[in-house]
C-alpha cells in the first residue's frame, strides 16, 4: 500500500511515523508498503537530514521516510501516477491549512485513492469532496494527544492513540478493510465505524465546548466546569451543537448530552485544549472548524447557537488581538 500523509505534525508525525516505521527494515510488518510524508520548513529539513523521531509514552522510535514539502515530489518518490495515485492519502493539517494541501494532494489522488482526514470538525468531508469527489473520500476521527516537540520530533502523551475511521454511508467496503488491515499491521488501534458521520459530529459537540471555553476563558477544563456560570454556558453549547447536528440529519444518541457532559466532567481538571494552547502562544487557531461549523451548519439548519456564536467571537477576537 502506497500511502501519502499530508501533515506529519502531532497527529500525522504520529501515525505516519508508524505507518513509515511498519513499512520499513528487513522484515516489514506491511510488505511492500511505502509511505511519504508532507512536511515543511525546519521540520522537513530535520526529518530529512535524520528521520522521524517519535518520543511517545508506547514507545520512542525513529523512522527514515520520504518527506516533501511538495506532493509532486511525494508522489514520484512513492511511484505513484497522476491517473492511479496512492492507495491511502491520510490528511492531518490544521483545518485553516486544508486549501492549500489540497494543491499539494492533486497530484497524490487518483482512480485508486482513498483520502481518510483524521481532522476534527466536519466541514472538511465537503471540501475534500467537492475538490476530489465524495466516492473518494472517508470519515475518520482521532484520540491522541501529540504535538511536534522541535523540529523533526514529535511527542506523543496520552494513554489513548486510536482512530476511528469508516466509509460515509456506513457500508464495511473491501478499501475499509485493507485500511484497517494496515493500521492493525502499524500496531494503531483503530475502529471502524458504521456510523462516522454521527461519531464526527459527537466529537465535534464535545470539541467545540471544550476547546472554545477553555480558550475563550483561558483556564484549565476543572475552572471551567467548577464555575456555575461557566459550567452552564458549556452545557448550553454541548446543547446547542446537539441541536444542530440532530437538525442536521446526523444520528445523534438520545443521551448524548449525558455522554458528553460525562467524558467532560471525568476528564482530568487540569486539561486544556489545544486551540487554548495555540491562542495562548499566537499561533493561528481551528476555532472556524470548531465552535464556526456549529454555528454555520445552525443557520443553515434554523437553529440558534448564541453560546456557541459568542464563544466563537471571543476566540476569534483575542486570536485577532494576538496576531
Ligand atoms: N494534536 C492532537 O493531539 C490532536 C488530537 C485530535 C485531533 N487533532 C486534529 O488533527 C488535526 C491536525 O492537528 P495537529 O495537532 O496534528 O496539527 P499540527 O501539529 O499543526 O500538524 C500539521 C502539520 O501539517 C503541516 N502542514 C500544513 N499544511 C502544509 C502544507 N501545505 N505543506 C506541508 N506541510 C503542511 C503543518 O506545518 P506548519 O506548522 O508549517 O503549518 C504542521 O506541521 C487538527 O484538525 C486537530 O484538531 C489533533
Redesign the pocket.
Given at each position: 500500500m502506497r500511502i501519502a500523509v499530508?501533515?506529519?505534525?502531532?497527529?500525522?508525525?504520529?501515525f505516519g511515523g508508524l505507518l513509515a516505521r511498519a513499512a520499513s527494515g528487513d522484515t516489514p510488518a506491511l510488505p511492500g508498503g511505502r509511505v511519504g510524508l508532507?512536511?515543511?520548513?525546519r521540520?522537513?529539513e530535520a526529518i530529512r537530514r535524520q528521520g522521524l523521531h517519535v518520543e511517545s509514552v508506547h514507545g520512542d522510535f525513529t523512522v527514515r521516510a520520504v518527506a516533501s514539502?511538495r506532493g509532486r515530489e511525494l508522489a514520484a518518490e512513492l511511484g505513484v501516477t497522476p491517473a492511479e495515485g496512492a492507495d491511502l492519502v491520510l490528511v492531518?493539517?490544521?483545518?485553516y491549512?486544508?486549501p492549500?494541501?489540497m494543491?499539494?494532494m492533486e497530484p497524490l489522488v487518483g482512480a485508486s485513492t482513498a483520502i481518510l482526514?483524521?481532522?476534527?470538525?466536519v466541514d472538511?468531508l465537503d471540501a475534500l469532496g467537492q475538490r476530489f469527489g465524495r466516492d473518494r473520500v472517508l470519515g475518520g476521527?482521532?484520540?491522541?494527544?501529540?504535538?511536534?516537540a522541535a523540529a523533526g520530533r514529535i511527542r506523543?502523551r496520552?494513554r489513548r492513540r486510536d482512530i476511528t475511521f469508516g466509509e460515509l454511508d456506513g457500508r464495511e467496503t473491501d478499501r475499509v478493510r485493507r485500511i484497517a488491515a494496515t493500521f492493525a499491521a502499524a500496531g494503531i488501534p483503530h475502529r471502524v465505524s458504521d456510523d462516522i458521520v454521527r461519531d464526527m459530529w459527537m466529537k465535534l459537540i464535545f470539541?467545540s465546548a471544550m476547546g472554545g471555553m477553555t480558550a475563550a476563558a483561558q483556564r484549565p477544563l476543572g475552572e471551567v466546569l467548577g464555575n456555575p456560570a461557566g459550567r452552564e454556558t458549556y452545557e448550553r453549547m454541548v446543547r446547542e451543537a446537539i441541536a444542530v447536528a440532530r437538525a442536521a440529519g446526523v444520528r445523534i444518541p438520545a443521551d448524548a448530552f449525558e455522554q458528553v457532559m460525562e467524558t467532560s466532567l471525568g476528564m482530568d481538571p487540569q486539561m486544556t485544549s489545544?486551540?487554548q494552547r495555540d491562542l495562548a502562544a499566537g499561533r493561528?487557531v481551528?476555532i472556524d472548524?470548531?465552535c464556526g461549523a456549529v454555528v454555520r451548519y445552525g443557520r443553515r439548519h434554523g437553529v440558534d447557537t448564541p453560546c456557541q456564536q459568542a464563544v466563537m467571537a471571543l476566540v476569534q477576537l483575542r486570536a485577532a488581538g494576538a496576531a
Open positions: 499530508i501533515g506529519a505534525g502531532g497527529v500525522g508525525g504520529y508532507l512536511a515543511r520548513g521540520h522537513l514539502d492531518a493539517v490544521k483545518a491549512s486544508l492549500d494541501a494543491d499539494e482526514p483524521l481532522m476534527n470538525g472538511h476521527l482521532c484520540h491522541i494527544e501529540s504535538a511536534i506523543q496520552s470539541i489545544s486551540l493561528p481551528e472548524a470548531l
